[in-house]
């Protein structure tokens, strides 16, 4: 059974930074794609991040670019994403989950997901 535990999240400062972390058990963490998704309240959930299962190709919303990194470090299985320069409007849960076999931005290509860490973004 797959499991995905996300941690890290919090209350931050507009302009302040992050580092979320989604461990995974129940699969061969090497062998996938990982993404991060966010909801923010009376919103859709949205992709934020994509890693290949090397970490060699990585896949960005255009609200993330230049201030998130995804990254994964497979021996731990564990995915991470630093976000710096956060702004209020970043404020939402973070999901982590398991992508299929290729790069993808939709949501519905995603599947066993993990609970959600609330990042909290103050003006």
């Known amino acids: 059974q797959v499991q995905l535990v996300e941690s890290g999240g919090g209350l931050v400062q507009a302009g302040g930074s992050l580092r979320l972390s989604c461990a995974a058990s129940?699969?061969?963490?090497?062998?996938?794609?990982m993404g991060w998704f966010r909801q923010a309240p009376g919103k859709e959930r949205e992709f934020v991040a994509a890693i290949s299962w090397s970490g060699g190709y990585t896949n960005y919303a255009d609200s993330g670019k230049g201030r998130f990194t995804i990254s994964r470090d497979n021996a731990k299985n564990t995915m991470y994403l630093q976000m710096n320069s956060l702004k209020p409007e970043d404020t939402a849960v973070y999901y982590c989950?398991?992508?299929?076999?290729?790069?993808?931005?939709?949501?519905?290509?995603?599947?066993?997901w993990g609970q959600g860490t609330q990042v909290t973004v103050s003006s």
């Open positions: 129940g699969l061969i963490f090497g062998n996938v794609v």
């Open positions: 989950a398991v992508g299929p076999p290729w790069l993808t931005q939709n949501k519905g290509d995603f599947g066993s």
